[in-house]
């Protein structure tokens, strides 16, 4: 049987770095949604203050499984 998924766009943030950014995104997806499987990163973005790097923003798309 061929699976249906649905894709929401989510924004993470984070100080930490990209990689954080994108697992606080999935994570909070996946307190409300079920049957996650992908992430797809659309756009990174940071936000520098005095020449450095302060905070980090990652757009993804989440795909999920839809059920049955």
Same mark, same amino acid.
């Given at each position: 049987? $061929?699976?249906?998924?649905?894709?929401? =766009?989510? !924004?993470?943030?984070? +100080? =930490? @770095?990209? /990689?954080?950014?994108? +697992? +606080? $995104?999935?994570?909070? $997806? @996946? =307190?409300?949604?079920?049957?996650? /499987?992908? #992430?797809? !990163?659309? =756009?990174? +973005? @940071?936000?520098? /203050? *005095? @020449? $450095? !790097?302060?905070?980090?923003?990652?757009?993804?798309? !989440?795909? #999920?499984?839809? *059920? /049955?």
């Amino acid at each position: 049987m $061929a699976n249906v998924y649905k894709k929401v =766009e989510l !924004v993470g943030s984070s +100080r =930490e @770095g990209i /990689d954080d950014a994108i +697992r +606080r $995104a999935v994570a909070k $997806a @996946g =307190e409300t949604l079920r049957n996650l /499987d992908w #992430f797809e !990163v659309k =756009e990174i +973005r @940071g936000w520098i /203050d *005095e @020449g $450095a !790097v302060q905070h980090y923003q990652v757009t993804i798309q !989440v795909g #999920f499984r839809l *059920e /049955d």
